[in-house]
């Protein structure tokens, strides 16, 4: 397997994005583009730069894509990602217009686009917003002598790689030394990473945020038929069959659970993570259902009793896929990670926190969970109001659009704390 540094982070169970519709756009090579530009006074103009930007799926992008499709209607927003051929595409997602660089090759999974420097140095963004890790666009963003503020958005460290990481340590602390603020996703990531605690007194805390109103059910009829083919007492998981994730430590706990478990999701692990339900005698109350779609895992969440997130490592920075069990009142057993993870889903309040690569006190947890129909009710309630009240689009960009007033205001931002 090639070293990756691309899985890392936003908890990327993205197998489950329906593309957003996307239109083409004229070419302007030179100039950036403005939406919403009038003959009044100039709106901030802000410039992204990522790895990819959707159809493309990814976690990273995924939010990218959310966070900017709602900036737009404040103020000026482009972006630079590569695009998936060596071809130059320009093309407006949902208003978004996104200039897709023509990429040679992935070095560690990270696209090498050649023109990115140029495309940086041409744009006159007052704010450049760069996505990490993505170490090839932050060498760019540093030969191009941009003169824009930037902001990192700190997504994760590269956690399991840690060759690479050492070798990129002096790219590291350059880029941190230009950037006015960085973004974190939880105070538990500055804790537990030695480069944000470094520089605690730039970050500034900006949890992701999601559309709670699109996982509300579609019908009753999807999530009732799901209940019939798998229920009653139906455990679900959803996200990339990788390392980080932890699927093993479910299913073995799943010999002591009384119900059957749904896992949504594909990925390199997938014959391994069936060779163990095989070897732990489960094959009969777990389904693999593979790659799904936006609108059938909806079904799903709703369908279920407990969502579990068993991730057993601090590449799982946040647990997005919790965050959408939440949305759609779903009480969470996740893993006591040094990471977003438990301050998504809180232990006592909204769910279950156990001690990560612990398959029985997953399956204790899950247990509780499915025999108490009042402590089930009580945490979704409470995981659907946190969902809403802490983890919107809207608080996101309102706290996205607050640290662009300070770092414009003043050029940086204070001790980290939540807006």
């Given at each position: ?280 005698g489960v094959m009969d109350r777990i389904t693999f259902l593979g790659r799904v779609s936006q609108e059938e895992v909806i079904g799903y969440y709703h369908a279920a009793d407990v969502f579990v997130l068993p991730s057993i490592a601090r590449s799982e920075a946040f647990g997005i ?99």
């Open positions: 397997m090639k070293p990756s540094i691309a899985g890392e982070g936003a908890a990327a169970h993205v197998l489950v994005r329906d593309p957003p519709v996307e239109t083409a756009a004229p070419m302007r090579p030179i100039q950036p583009l403005r939406q919403g530009e009038s003959a009044g006074p100039r709106q901030l103009n802000v410039l992204h730069l990522g790895k990819f930007y959707p159809p493309y799926r990814g976690g990273i992008e995924s939010h990218l894509h959310a966070l900017c499709r709602e900036l737009i209607k404040s103020i000026t927003v482009n972006v630079i990602v590569a695009n998936e051929t060596r071809r130059l595409r320009e093309s407006e997602i949902e208003g978004v217009r996104v200039r897709r660089l023509p990429r040679l090759f992935n070095l560690w999974a990270t696209p090498i686009c050649p023109t990115m420097v140029r495309e940086i140095s041409r744009n006159d963004a007052d704010i450049v917003h760069l996505h990490l890790p993505n170490p090839l666009a932050a060498l760019a963003y540093l030969a191009s002598g941009h003169k824009g503020r930037l902001v990192i958005a700190w997504h994760s460290d590269i956690v399991r790689q840690k060759t690479i990481a050492k070798m990129l340590r002096p790219l590291d602390d350059a880029i941190l030394s230009r950037a006015s603020a960085l973004i974190a996703s939880s105070p538990n990531n500055i804790d537990s990473s030695p480069i944000l605690s470094r520089n605690r007194d730039r970050c500034r805390i900006i949890p992701y945020g999601i559309d709670a109103d699109a996982f509300r059910p579609r019908d009753a009829e999807t999530a009732e038929k799901i209940r019939k083919r798998y229920g009653p007492r139906i455990v679900l998981a959803v996200g990339r069959l990788v390392y980080y994730k932890g699927f093993e430590y479910l299913i073995r706990a799943m010999a002591r659970v009384r119900g059957h478990l749904l896992l949504v999701g594909e990925g390199p692990l997938l014959q391994k993570l069936e060779r163990e339900a095989f070897d732990a896929a919790q965050l959408e069990a939440m949305a759609c009142g779903k009480p969470v057993v996740n893993t006591r990670l040094e990471s977003g993870v438990p301050f998504v889903s809180l232990d006592g309040v909204t769910g279950l926190t156990v001690a990560p690569a612990d398959s029985d006190g997953l399956a204790a947890a899950i247990n509780l969970l499915l025999d108490d129909p009042r402590l089930r009710g009580k945490y979704g309630a409470a995981a659907a109001r946190r969902a809403r009240d802490e983890f919107s689009v809207e608080v996101m960009v309102d706290r996205t659009l607050e640290l662009y007033r300070d770092v414009m205001a003043n050029g940086g931002i204070g001790a980290a704390s939540m807006p």
